[in-house]
């Protein structure tokens, strides 16, 4: 499965919001190193994790990297054991025990659908599979999970605050099958928390990721040869850095702090700001006329983007990661700004070569 920012709906209607985010917690069982199992472990963020546990970046005695792909023998890396497994398979919690996992990173969802995907698919991966690996925890004895979740579960609202914390509900949005995923995730993820108080909860709200061979449909926005806003709104996008969202996975694996993370660099760059620096124009159209538009396009099949996104660029959810620095423990080393001028260079150092 792809990792990051995605489902029939589920069977009940969702409430209006999840549980506010509860104070991080020290963990109840003893610090030392883990048994991690990575599932994901094939998309980019996976990719990245296992690297760095493969480089012993952190203390481990088993690094497992399970995907629903098998890895070609070209890819694979000493020290790791690699397994093909679907996250919604009722044999997980079987491999969760063959290996001994202590520690799960749970990083499979669907990002960007494949063309012959659909909103059903898009659910069982994304939240029926999430509750599986749950219930192989459970069964397996597990002590920690660490989650990538992501800002985009807060939603695409006009009424969202200027800058989101860890508090605020979480309102996702329906039309958008990622957004309204990622919100029942963690609505699952709440009730977890209440009925099964030993399995350790590292949640991660991730914001934008960027690194220097990113490729997502963000950085497709940014291909285009002008950037499309919004009359009425700057369309903020918080960035963070890929390496420090792998810094901030390990801490989460042998840290003893549980909670909820927004995981966001410093700062934010308007799509004015962004068009100024990869040097294109910015045109700037009503929402209305760029809904009907996109939804003749996307009908035609001309665009990958609905109208239905119009929401994901007219209202950015800006991440507050004051609670990552103070109470996690974490600083991130690039701001919004730095990691894009990174993104930029190495885009003109690919386009050179």
Same mark, same amino acid.
């Given at each position: 499965?792809?990792?990051?920012?995605?489902?029939?709906?589920?069977?009940?209607?969702?409430?209006?919001?999840?549980?506010?985010?509860?104070?991080?917690?020290?963990?109840?069982?003893?610090?030392?190193?883990?048994?991690?199992?990575?599932?994901?472990?094939?998309?980019?963020?996976?990719?990245?994790?296992?690297?760095?546990?493969?480089?012993?970046?952190?203390?481990?005695?088993?690094?497992?990297?399970?995907?629903?792909?098998?890895?070609?023998?070209?890819?694979?890396?000493?020290?790791?054991?690699?397994?093909?497994?679907?996250?919604?398979?009722?044999?997980?919690?079987?491999?969760?025990?063959?290996?001994?996992?202590?520690?799960?990173?749970?990083?499979?969802?669907?990002?960007?659908?494949?063309?012959?995907?659909?909103?059903?698919?898009?659910?069982?991966?994304?939240?029926?599979?999430?509750?599986?690996?749950?219930?192989?925890?459970?069964?397996?004895?597990?002590?920690?999970?660490?989650?990538?979740?992501?800002?985009?579960?807060?939603?695409?609202?006009?009424?969202?605050?200027?800058?989101?914390?860890?508090?605020?509900?979480?309102?996702?949005?329906?039309?958008?099958?990622?957004?309204?995923?990622?919100?029942?995730?963690?609505?699952?993820?709440? %009730?977890?928390?209440?009925?099964? *108080?030993? &399995?350790?909860?590292?949640? /991660? $709200?991730?914001?934008?990721? @960027? !690194?220097? =061979?990113?490729?997502?449909?963000?950085?497709?926005?940014?291909?285009?040869?002008?950037?499309?806003?919004?009359?009425?709104?700057?369309?903020?996008?918080?960035?963070?850095?890929?390496?420090?969202?792998?810094?901030?996975?390990?801490?989460?694996?042998?840290?003893?702090?549980?909670?909820?993370?927004?995981?966001?660099?410093?700062?934010?760059?308007?799509?004015?700001?962004?068009?100024?620096?990869?040097?294109? %124009?910015?045109?700037?159209?009503? *929402?209305? &006329?760029?809904?009907?538009? /996109? $939804?003749?396009?996307?009908? @035609? !099949?001309? =665009?990958?983007?609905?109208?239905?996104?119009?929401?994901?660029?007219?209202?950015?959810?800006?991440?507050?990661?004051?609670?990552?620095?103070?109470?996690?423990?974490?600083?991130?080393?690039?701001?919004?700004?730095?990691?894009?001028?990174?993104?930029?260079?190495?885009?003109?150092?690919?386009?050179?070569?």
């Amino acid at each position: 499965m792809n990792t990051d920012a995605g489902g029939a709906n589920s069977g009940d209607a969702p409430t209006a919001s999840a549980p506010a985010a509860s104070a991080p917690a020290a963990s109840a069982h003893p610090a030392g190193p883990r048994a991690v199992l990575v599932t994901g472990a094939g998309g980019y963020l996976g990719t990245e994790l296992v690297a760095a546990l493969a480089a012993g970046r952190i203390e481990t005695t088993r690094v497992v990297a399970a995907d629903v792909r098998e890895t070609p023998p070209e890819r694979r890396l000493a020290g790791v054991e690699y397994v093909q497994a679907d996250i919604r398979s009722p044999e997980l919690a079987t491999l969760f025990q063959r290996f001994a996992v202590d520690t799960v990173v749970h990083l499979a969802s669907i990002v960007t659908p494949g063309s012959k995907s659909d909103r059903e698919f898009e659910y069982s991966v994304d939240v029926k599979g999430t509750e599986n690996v749950l219930l192989a925890c459970a069964a397996a004895g597990v002590r920690r999970i660490v989650v990538s979740s992501s800002g985009a579960a807060y939603g695409y609202h006009a009424d969202n605050p200027a800058w989101l914390t860890e508090d605020c509900p979480l309102r996702g949005n329906e039309a958008f099958a990622y957004s309204h995923h990622k919100r029942l995730v963690e609505e699952m993820l709440a %009730r977890w928390r209440a009925d099964h *108080p030993r &399995l350790e909860q590292v949640v /991660l $709200r991730i914001g934008t990721i @960027l !690194g220097a =061979t990113v490729h997502n449909q963000i950085t497709d926005l940014f291909e285009k040869p002008r950037l499309i806003a919004l009359r009425g709104s700057d369309s903020p996008f918080v960035f963070v850095w890929d390496q420090d969202v792998v810094a901030c996975l390990l801490q989460a694996i042998v840290g003893e702090k549980t909670g909820i993370f927004n995981v966001a660099g410093d700062g934010v760059l308007t799509i004015h700001q962004i068009a100024a620096k990869l040097g294109k %124009r910015c045109v700037v159209l009503p *929402p209305t &006329l760029l809904r009907f538009a /996109l $939804r003749v396009l996307k009908a @035609l !099949g001309l =665009t990958q983007y609905g109208p239905e996104q119009l929401d994901f660029l007219r209202y950015r959810p800006v991440l507050d990661n004051s609670r990552l620095k103070r109470d996690f423990g974490y600083v991130p080393r690039l701001t919004s700004e730095q990691v894009f001028d990174l993104y930029l260079e190495a885009r003109r150092d690919r386009g050179a070569a």
